[in-house]
């Protein structure tokens, strides 16, 4: 091995190419409708566009302080407490992150030592391994398995996976890709194995308002001794439709937020300076905008799942996030990645395959991933083509 390289360093080769570009160069290409990526058709709430032009004309320009606007924290913390009775100290127990992916980074990286081992729930959200490997630490992933339509914990797996190497596990509820909801059965076990081996959790809650069919998050730090050793991250990006924002935070006790926040200030230090005082804003008074936001989503989610049933595949249950999982087997298309390649120029619609998020491929091998935070005119001419497909 050569000490300097012009490749990227060994740990992070891995993770040179994404899926997710390949395919919405597939298809810009084809003219497809892009059901692959995971971002809105539409913009936040119109108050909190306001907040962020007027914070800019107000000067509100240069660093804001380390761990975030005052303002923000304190919405933060309050939010969590009006919300599910979770009390954080504005000052020492919240921190702003440059999305919810610094708030993964930074934990990650600042909290566990090189060659110990971070548990990721699989299918699981890439920069969850990326910064497993930047921290030079081991993921143990431990899959979600079938339940009756929809997925479960396998719980055997992740009772074997905690050993005394592992530091961390790294949770998402509600679940990208799958659209999973943990049921409060599988949090219980995740909150004992931690308390039982001294592990930290790191709760990625970026979906927490968006569950559908009258269910109601429930945070793992709600849990009964989780407080204590959980980072909950959560961001404006899909509470709020502002992914290009960036502005994320985390939650817990002192030390491990202070332990984050020592990687992250060197990260970038800071950032999203003037949507930063527009989230808090939004946190404060448009909760009720949140709630038609997840509304439309859980009739958009029914649209695309009953579209993609018409046209004869498999269909799991989404329970949340803007993400439906489905099997094209029975329309005869066994590898969801080769499928994905072809069905820009077949059908004019883009997908990601669900083998993007695994290490096991065989199993995950032929699924693959729709979103449908669209608008509903691209949803009814993305059904259209798909019927198609037959
Ligand atoms: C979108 C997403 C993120 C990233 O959030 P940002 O605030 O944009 O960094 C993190 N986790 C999951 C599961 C996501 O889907």
């Known amino acids: 091995m050569t000490v300097v390289s012009r490749h990227p360093v060994q740990r992070l080769q891995p993770f040179t190419e994404t899926i997710f570009a390949e395919m919405s160069r597939l298809a810009t290409e084809h003219g497809a409708i892009n059901l692959g ?23 509100h320009n240069q660093y804001p302080p380390g761990p975030g606007v005052p303002e923000l924290r304190q919405a933060v913390a309050r939010h969590q407490s009006t919300e599910y009775g979770l009390d954080y100290d504005p000052d020492r127990e919240v921190l702003i992150t440059v999305g919810a992916t610094e708030g993964i980074a ?12 971070v548990i990721l729930i699989e299918p699981y959200y890439d920069a969850y391994a990326a910064a497993v490997a930047m921290a030079g630490a081991v993921r143990r992933v431990v899959p979600l398995v079938p339940d009756g339509d929809g997925f479960a914990l396998d719980r055997d797996a992740l009772t074997a996976a905690f050993g005394p190497r592992t530091a ?6 509600p679940h990208n890709p799958t659209g999973t909801v943990l049921s409060d059965d599988d ?11 001294d592990v930290i959790a790191v709760a990625d809650e970026v979906y927490e ?87 439309a989503l859980e009739r958009k989610r029914t649209l695309v799942s009953d579209a993609l049933r ?26 969801g990645d080769e499928f994905c390649r ?10 990601v395959p669900v083998s993007a998020f ?27 083509r798909l019927a198609r497909l037959r």
Request: aromatic share 8%.
């Open 37 to 59: 990526q995971g971002f809105p058709d539409s913009d936040g709430p119109a108050s909190m566009l306001a907040a962020a032009q007027q914070a800019i004309a107000d000067g």
């Open 106 to 117: 930074g934990t990650i990286v600042g909290l566990v030592e090189p060659g110990a081992e």
């Open 168 to 173: 961390a596990i790294i949770i998402n509820s």
């Open 187 to 197: 949090l219980t076990l995740i909150a004992q194995l931690c308390q039982e081996h």
């Open 209 to 295: 308002h968006l569950i559908f069919d009258g269910r109601k998050h429930h945070p793992l730090a709600t849990w009964p001794g989780m407080r204590e050793r959980t980072i909950r991250i959560s961001s404006a990006a899909k509470t709020f439709n502002v992914t290009g924002w960036k502005v994320g935070w985390l939650s817990g006790p002192a030390d491990l937020v202070g332990a984050a926040r020592t990687a992250k200030q060197f990260m970038s230090y800071v950032g999203s300076g003037p949507f930063q005082p527009a989230v808090a804003h939004a946190l404060d008074h448009e909760m009720d905008w949140v709630a038609e936001s997840a509304a």
């Open 310 to 335: 018409e046209a004869g595949f498999g269909v799991h249950r989404s329970e949340g996030t803007y993400f439906v999982c489905a099997d094209p087997r029975p329309l005869g298309f066994h590898d």
């Open 342 to 351: 072809t069905l820009p120029e077949r059908a004019g619609v883009a997908a």
């Open 358 to 384: 695994v290490d096991d491929a065989a199993t995950w091998q032929h699924m693959v991933r729709f979103a449908f935070a669209k608008d509903d005119k691209v949803i009814v001419e993305a059904a259209a």
